[in-house]
């Protein structure tokens, strides 16, 4: 059984920063694609940025150049680092990993607010 155990969420101005990370933990061999995706209330919930285990990176149109997502493949984590957030990047962000053998697994979600 893996688990993913998400922190860093909460309430920020517009203008500030928050890091995100998620922990992979239990029975893993190996984790591809890493991820994270967000849902805001009354929206579908969408891709914000994925990481390959070899490093590439892709994000959605709406976070690039203020988002960067990372990983340590040690520590079966993956982390998004949050900048020049915006009112409309409030939303449950949401990590999604690969974790080949076990399948796709989510985490529980973590709250970011961004708002004076």
């Known amino acids: 059984q893996v688990q993913l155990v998400e922190s860093g969420g909460g309430l920020v101005q517009p203008g500030g920063s928050l890091r995100l990370s998620c922990a992979a933990s239990?029975?893993?061999?190996?984790?591809?694609?890493m991820g994270w995706y967000r849902q805001a209330p009354g929206k579908q919930r969408e891709l914000v940025a994925v990481?390959?285990?070899?490093?590439?990176?892709n994000y959605t149109d709406s976070v690039k150049g203020r988002f960067t997502i990372s990983r340590d493949n040690a520590k079966n984590t993956v982390y998004l680092q949050m900048n020049s957030l915006k009112p409309e990047d409030t939303a449950v962000y949401l990590c999604n990993v690969d974790t080949l053998v076990g399948g796709i697994k989510w985490g529980q979600g973590t709250q970011v607010t961004v708002s004076s």
């Open positions: 990481i390959t285990s070899g490093g590439r990176t």
């Open positions: 239990g029975s893993i061999f190996s984790i591809g694609v």
